[in-house]
């Protein structure tokens, strides 16, 4: 039985991550296991680095490299007030305005750094969001460390843990004595009432993220990460594929959305239309498939090979192509880009073709030959890369940043004012 405990006779809900956050944990700073459970209150906000107007609590600068800043948790801090016995706080950490890639670790602040993190990011990515739930030091504080570059931290408290103890019921009450008649007996006592049961002690367990909630397949149906056939439209959402083979396998308008695929083979496999918002794909290969009108927002990609595959029309907005992928050859026209980055890839002669590439960023790709005809490039950035022979017909290519990539017609765009305009 999980317990929570409810400070005032309100109804409180804690939404985190996608998934609901509530019951007994063990919180303990140097990990004594000590069962604790959660009080979820309304939202406040702790810590927000970003400068004034902006600024919560006691720091306005940005977390430098290898840095790690001490907060205060209990008492009043920031817009928080939190007890001097809580152990532990459940919460919502942002990143914002990074410099370079790095990670975010959170732990309390009499315990020394562990080797993991809880958010990561990249020099462009978005206000980046995680739920963290985190143990406090004997004195109420956290520590948060930064690897490389500078990074803005805000972190919202939505609730936090104290000490648990067993419930127990109260006394009914007495009944009411009779009236005494002229003659008659006193009337008969009040029978006593029912103690209440005693509260379950919650189940002792280690501090954890918690993930994401799987979304709803396309087809409504029953989410099944093992099954022994597949089919269109089945919801394989936040499943694990590692090392898993899927061949001639018809998967259109399936569901992967934030899936873990990992050295995963995909051969002759049918993906038009699936829904890959926020999935991973890391060393593996996609081999004479088809992946047309792909809904895959936020998808990352690592060193997977996905040569030649026809993508036209698909949805790869804020993507993530990095860690020596190679999508060669790949049809890729008639898609959506918007904020995507392209580092370390092998990109020769892919079709970008009427695609919408706004802010996106190709850094150190191999782009000989690549195709942007009638292309948007507005306010896109092409560094130490490629583009030999590639072709630009009719695209829009205003406001691009150039800095040390080859042009279509050899030249380095740092030799004529850092631009490749009048070297298509």
Known sequence: MIRLRKPHAIA????????????????GA????TSSVLVPIAPCRLVDTRPAPLTIGTRSTPIGANQTVTFQVTGTNGDCTIPADATGIASNVTTVNPTAPSYLTVFPADASKPNASNLNWTATSPPTPNQVTVGLSTGGAIKVFNLTGTIDVIIDIVGYYVPESGGSGTTGPTGATGSTGSTGPAGPTGAAGVAGATGARGVTGAIGVTGPTGATGVDGGIQDCTPATYGPGMNLAACSFVGTTIEAQLLAGANFTAAYIDGASLVNTTLD?????????YNSGVAGGTMLGVQASYLSVQGSILTGVPMIGGQFSYASFSAGSMIDGANMSRSSFIGTSFTN???????????????????QMDLTGAVF??????????????LTGATFADANTSKIFWSNTICPDGT?????????DGHF
């Open 12 to 27: 409180l809900t804690m939404i985190l991550a996608g998934g609901a956050l509530l019951g007994a944990v063990a919180i």
């Open 30 to 33: 140097t990990g004594t296991g």
């Open 273 to 281: 239309g699936a829904l890959m918002t926020r999935a991973s794909l």
């Open 345 to 363: 890839t092998d990109a020769s002669n892919t079709i970008f073709s009427e695609s919408l590439l706004l802010n996106t960023s190709f850094f």
């Open 373 to 386: 005809n009638y292309s948007d490039l507005y306010n896109a950035r092409f560094s130490d890369s490629d």
């Open 412 to 420: 380095n765009s740092d030799s004529h004012g850092s631009t490749c």
